[in-house]
């Protein structure tokens, strides 16, 4: 514990030193770090928690991390066709480095949308893991005839055996086929815990 000299103990207003010397031991006998901290490496959704003070209620409340999915799920968003470009059928019409930040996670849903609704077929994307030499969905991306959103497709895709990803893997972004006057595409990939 730090020694303060007091004006109230003292009876008189502190000197210079005295002040100088009360900033001193603070300074001398702070806590810079927590002794005995230890840290988890895993957390256990069902029990650990953030714990908060509700000041609206009076009362304390917590989070526990299994019913917020913002704490695990991560959102990837690719634009890969300019809005007043049509897409092109191909491999690889663009491609993306998965971020550290995603290491060890797996694609849990990817969608797609054009910025001009296309006619006449189905616009189709795959997802490949050009790294792992992978398809990442066992059902393609589709954005049905007259529409802008797979959202909405009557088929929606679903991921495959092959959906996780580590720092550095390269995605390609394979159009399979593109419905007439198409404009514009963008991929939108949702990653969670392996």
């Not at 300074?27 to 810079?32: I, M, T, V, W």
């Not at 959103?149 to 399979?176: E, K, Q």
Request: charged share 20%; proline share 4%; net charge negative.
């Amino acid at each position: 514990m730090a020694e303060i000299t007091l004006r109230e103990t003292k009876g008189s207003p502190l000197t210079f030193g005295e002040a100088d010397g009360n900033f001193t031991n603070l300074n001398d006998d702070k806590q810079e770090i927590i002794p005995n901290l230890s840290v988890d490496t895993s957390i256990d959704v069902d029990n650990d928690k953030f714990s908060f003070y509700d000041n609206s209620s009076g009362s304390t409340r917590s989070i526990l991390p299994k019913n917020v999915t913002s704490f695990t799920e991560r959102t990837l968003i690719v634009k890969c066709v300019a809005d007043t470009i049509g897409p092109s059928v191909g491999n690889g019409i663009t491609h993306v480095t998965i971020p550290s930040t995603l290491d060890g996670k797996n694609l849990s849903s990817a969608q797609a949308h054009v910025y001009t609704a296309g006619t006449g077929s189905t616009t189709t994307v795959q997802l490949h893991n050009l790294t792992d030499g992978q398809d990442m969905l066992s059902t393609a991306i589709t954005i049905d005839s007259g529409e802008k959103d797979s959202s909405t497709a009557a088929t929606p895709s679903v991921t495959g055996a092959y959906n996780g990803v580590s720092t550095a893997d390269v995605i390609r972004i394979d159009v399979d086929v593109v419905a007439t006057n198409t404009l514009g595409l963008e991929i939108r990939m949702v990653f969670n815990p392996a």
